[in-house]
């Protein structure tokens, strides 16, 4: 990565704790854990990282998180991905994690939430790196479901500054969580979706009327909608665009067609962002180097992009 993109003070808006689990850290966990994987080794794992669709990811992505047990684990997760941030000169971050992933499993939620916590302050204190946490429902799960989340949660109000809507999206409408997010709302918290990933832009016309969210996770299928483009350039809603997941996931065939740059000279407020580094072949600043290589991203560009992930927090 070019030295003045890696120099680039920015935020990273659209991240999963449980996807920035390295193939490394994923075998060092089960052993500690003393959990069989069904892979043999790092490459055997790595190897698997090739994807159809969302959901063939999904699926690996669940059966990853697995080896997550204890405090410790979802500290050292967490602790893993700070320490790529501060190499890359991501100052700020406002990570996503899946409660119901761990509680389904048996995994209490304050576990998982004291690991993820302690090492958030830690970046703060040790590493510079601010932060503010969003709870994200898992959105193949019925809204019941994600009520008694964030009941679960209430005890600790002030860890979060949000919630999100994740996992697979195509059948999973946001209109489906539109009483959690009010509840939500009314508790103070600001609300962020994923809408326009594999889904359509109606979905992104719910997430934002419905659910009336801050800010759009990935949002690239809004280009099919004029109108809808003409609403998130003069609101100025973010859209948190994750390139290299997309391309993984082929929402887009190649880099060379990606819509990010099209947007950000349209006038709409995209940001950068890794969503599953782990799983998808890089952080935020491989994100960058991307854009620049395949896109021609000038330096100009990037500074636009960076700046606009640094307004468009939300803690
Ligand atoms: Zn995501």
């Known amino acids: 990565m070019p030295e003045w ?28 854990n003393q959990i069989t994987l069904p892979w043999a080794d790092v490459e055997t794992l790595r190897a698997a990282y090739a994807f159809n669709n969302l ?47 761990h509680t389904d499993r048996g995994i209490p939620f304050e576990v998982v939430l004291r690991g ?23 959105r193949h799960l019925p809204e019941e479901e994600a009520f008694k989340t964030l009941e679960q949660a209430m005890p ?17 409408p946001p209109r489906l969580f539109e009483r959690v997010f009010a509840k939500a709302r009314s508790e103070g918290l600001h609300a962020v979706a994923h809408a326009g990933e594999e889904g359509p832009p109606e979905y992104i016309w719910e997430a934002l009327d419905l659910l009336k969210i801050k800010r759009i996770d990935h949002g690239v299928r809004a280009i099919e909608d004029e109108r809808l483009m003409q609403r998130i350039i003069d609101e100025q809603i973010p859209l948190t665009v994750c ?36 799983y998808f072949g890089g952080y935020v600043g491989e994100n960058f180097a991307a854009l620049h290589e395949h896109l021609g991203m000038t330096e100009a560009q990037a500074k636009r992009l960076a700046q606009n992930s640094l307004d468009a927090r939300l803690a």
């Open 156 to 172: 600790f109000r002030d860890a979060f500054i949000g919630v999100g809507l994740d996992s697979s999206e195509k059948g999973f």
């Open 243 to 278: 390139p290299l997941s997309n391309i993984k996931l082929c929402v887009f065939e190649h880099m060379g067609q990606h819509n990010i740059l099209e947007m950000l000279e349209r006038g709409v407020k995209v940001t950068v962002n890794s969503d599953d580094p782990a």
């Open 55 to 101: 959901q063939e990811f999904l699926d690996l992505y669940y059966a990853g998180a697995n080896v997550l047990r204890t405090e410790q684990d979802f500290y050292d997760l967490t602790w893993a991905y700070l320490q790529r941030c501060k190499a890359q000169n991501v100052i700020h971050v406002e990570p996503f994690f899946d409660p119901q992933t």
């Open 5 to 32: 993109l890696n120099a680039l003070p920015k935020a990273e808006l659209h991240l999963h704790l449980e996807g920035s689990l390295e193939p490394e850290l994923l075998f060092a966990l089960a052993e500690r």
């Open 116 to 138: 993820i916590q302690q090492a958030l302050h830690d970046g703060e204190t040790q590493l510079g790196i601010s932060h503010g946490l969003i709870l994200s429902f898992l």
